[in-house]
């Protein structure tokens, strides 16, 4: 109702929804850590992922000490800023990553400037981009994160803001199976043995499932912003 019982007010009309999405302050700097967070660690994970290291006489690529993260902090955007914000993260995150490999590319192919050091000697044979290896990063990275995303989503609308833990190791559990079988195929099918390949998936799933179990308290220490896709969550006990 507007003044002394007359017609609503448009503008108090106008203004209601505005503040029931306006995300708080406190939620604002949690989301820019948490983007943050995970877009420096895809990139960290594509340039590791570069080598192939020997682990205890198994092959793993070098991005699967850092990348598993991602999956949990993608699930925390999620909690703090909703759906479309996390798919959106995922998809700027490619195009970055798609951006740097270009970049890594014209760089690499400028004239060199004489005797100016290793490090420049060696730029095009340390970070020239394998764009196999590129488009394996970035197809497996869009596709199990947004299958992530969709998984996260389901828990959430069958269980709300309880059994939060479930969340992380359901929506993880069935990415990241998907993410090692698109990465490890599209990068290392026909370039190293078959077996070698089943070798990257399985030492992964692994790798990858511990990380999800050890970060699991994570989902805890944040809460829900105001900017959702549907109901603002309460917080509850475990």
Same mark, same amino acid.
């Given at each position: 109702m ?7 007010? /448009?503008?108090?009309?106008?203004t209601?929804p ?7 302050a ?9 983007a943050s ?9 594509d ?19 850092i ?18 914000v996390a798919? !959106?993260?995922? &998809? !700027?995150?490619?195009?970055i990553?798609l ?11 400028? /004239?060199l400037? $004489? ?5 420049s000697?060696?730029?095009?044979? $340390? ?6 290896? $590129?488009?394996?990063s970035? &197809?497996?990275?869009?596709v ?5 995303t969709?998984v996260?989503?389901?828990w ?11 969340r992380v190791l359901?929506?993880?559990?069935v ?5 090692? %079988? ?9 370039q190293v ?15 990858k499932? !511990? ?6 308290p994570?989902?805890?220490t944040?809460?829900p912003?105001?900017?959702v896709?549907g109901? %603002?969550?309460?917080? $509850?006990?475990?």
């Amino acid at each position: 109702m507007g003044r002394a019982g007359g017609p609503p007010d /448009p503008a108090a009309t106008l203004t209601a929804p505005m503040n029931q999405r306006r995300i708080t302050a406190s939620a604002a700097v949690t989301l820019a850590l948490l983007a943050s967070a995970y877009v420096g660690a895809q990139i960290l994970a594509d340039v590791s992922s570069l080598r192939l290291v020997d682990i205890f006489g198994r092959a793993l690529d070098g991005g699967t000490f850092i990348y598993p993260i991602t999956f949990t902090l993608r699930d925390l955007v999620h909690k703090v800023a909703g759906k479309r914000v996390a798919r !959106a993260l995922i &998809v !700027a995150t490619a195009g970055i990553n798609l951006f740097m490999a270009g970049l890594f590319w014209f760089v690499a192919r400028l /004239p060199l400037v $004489v005797d100016s050091g290793p490090q420049s000697e060696l730029f095009a044979d $340390v970070l020239g981009p394998v764009w196999r290896i $590129v488009v394996a990063s970035i &197809v497996a990275e869009v596709v199990s994160e947004l299958i992530d995303t969709e998984v996260y989503s389901a828990w959430v609308k069958r269980f709300g803001a309880t059994r939060q833990w479930g969340r992380v190791l359901v929506s993880n559990g069935v990415a990241l199976p998907v993410d090692s %079988v698109i990465f490890a195929v599209i990068a290392f099918a026909g370039q190293v043995s078959s077996s070698v390949v089943w070798e990257i998936i399985w030492l992964n799933i692994v790798f990858k499932g !511990a990380v999800t179990v050890a970060s699991i308290p994570l989902i805890y220490t944040v809460k829900p912003g105001r900017i959702v896709d549907g109901p %603002v969550e309460t917080e $509850v006990s475990p």
